[in-house]
């Protein structure tokens, strides 16, 4: 069983074009693979972390070998939290 990750990422819902179109592609995998787990999810409506202030000091700090303050590696793992998910999907 292999899983599929939807990522659906236009503000138009159900009046998307793209969405319409990935959803034909979505309906055909899933009567070619009754067995795969298909998940969606919606960019508009998931709440990401922030990219800025103490995730990005944290993300430099990495690159240059510097230690993180509590608040850099607090606002870094909601950021690896969510690479994590979606690295989830690679295996």
């Known amino acids: 069983m292999s899983r599929l990750l939807y990522l659906q990422a236009s503000p138009r819902g159900e009046r998307s074009t793209s969405i319409a179109v990935a959803d ?5 995998y899933r009567k070619a693979h009754p067995s795969d787990e298909i998940n969606v999810m919606n960019l508009y409506q998931k709440e ?5 202030g103490f995730a990005l ?6 690159l240059n070998g510097l230690k993180h ?3 850099e590696r607090a ?13 989830s999907y690679s295996k």
Request: proline share 6%; hydrophobic share 50%.
């Open 24 to 28: 034909a592609f979505v309906n055909a």
């Open 48 to 52: 990401l972390p922030p990219f800025d």
């Open 57 to 62: 000091n944290a993300k430099y700090a990495i």
């Open 69 to 71: 303050t509590q608040e």
């Open 75 to 87: 606002a870094w793992g909601k950021v690896t939290a969510i690479a994590d998910e979606f690295k």
